[in-house]
C-alpha cells in the first residue's frame, strides 16, 4: 500500500492499521538498506616478477590495500594451486608475496587468479587476470597480474 492509498484512506476513513504498520516496517527497512551499504575493501596487484630455475619459476608480485581499512589476506589461487598468504595489511600498506612456485605452465588455461581476504570477520574476493609470456621451449610465464572489476563480498 502506497503513501496516496493511505492518504484516502484516512481521508475517507477506511484506514488498516495493521496494512499502515506493515508498510511502515518496509519502507524502514529500506531506509536501513540504502543508508548501510557495505564499503568493500579494495586491493591491487603490481609489479608481478618472475623467476625461472630451469622448467620452475617463482612468481612474486606487490599486493596493495587500497583502502582505509585493514585487511587480512587469506589466500590467493593462482596456476591451479592454492598458497596461504595468512598476512595483515594496515591501511594503504603494500606488500611484496611469492605468490606461485612450481613448473612452468604449458597452457595459458589458468588466465584467472583469486585473493580471498577479509575484514572484521566480512570475507571478499579480488579476481584477477594472469597474462602470460610463451618461452622458447613453449612453456608459459607469468608476465603480468591484475585485479579486474570490482572486488567481490563472499
Known sequence: MGFFTHLKHAIFGNLDPEAYDHQRKKDAFRDTQTRDLKQIPEL??????????????????????????AVFLDKIRILGTKRELDTALRTYEARKFLLY????PTTTSYGTAEIDYHHEGDYFQAKCRVEFRQEP??????????????????
Open 44 to 69: 591491487r596487484i603490481e609489479d608481478a616478477d618472475t623467476r625461472q630455475n630451469g622448467q620452475r619459476m617463482e612468481v612474486y608480485a606487490v599486493i596493495r590495500n587500497d583502502s582505509d581499512k
Open 101 to 104: 612456485s612450481g613448473p612452468r
Open 137 to 154: 621451449d613453449k612453456t608459459y610465464t607469468v608476465h603480468r597480474i591484475m585485479a579486474t572489476g570490482p572486488m567481490k563480498d563472499i
